[in-house]
């Protein structure tokens, strides 16, 4: 079992900045595929950025640039570092872990881009 807990969202202005966290208890995630999803009212949840256990990142296209996902697995904690936000990030962001079948999800964290 995984808990996975997310932190760092929040309210910011178009073109600002944020880092979100996601620290894991309950097993070491080295082994995992780490993942960070959003969602916003009325839309599908999406992949946004997604991390392996041999350091192989992807991103979804209209973030490609903008944001770095990155794991410490000492600490046994994956970040993503947002920059250039737009409106249309705005969105609950979930932090996931999966390992083959398993699949652990975080309560995710409110990101809000807003002037």
């Known amino acids: 079992q995984v808990q996975l807990v997310e932190s760092g969202g929040g309210l910011v202005q178009p073109g600002g900045s944020l880092r979100l966290s996601c620290a894991a208890s309950?097993?070491?995630?080295?082994?995992?595929?780490m993942g960070w999803y959003r969602q916003s009212p009325g839309k599908q949840r999406e992949l946004v950025a997604q991390?392996?256990?041999?350091?192989?990142?992807m991103y979804t296209h209209s973030v490609k640039g903008r944001f770095t996902m990155s794991r410490d697995d000492a600490k046994n904690t994956v970040y993503l570092q947002m920059n250039s936000l737009k409106p249309e990030d705005t969105a609950v962001y979930y932090c996931?872990?999966?390992?083959?079948?398993?699949?652990?999800w975080g309560q995710g964290t409110q990101v809000t881009v807003s002037s």
């Open positions: 996931t872990s999966v390992l083959a079948t398993r699949a652990y």
């Open positions: 309950g097993s070491e995630i080295s082994a995992y595929t």
């Open positions: 991390i392996t256990s041999d350091g192989s990142i």
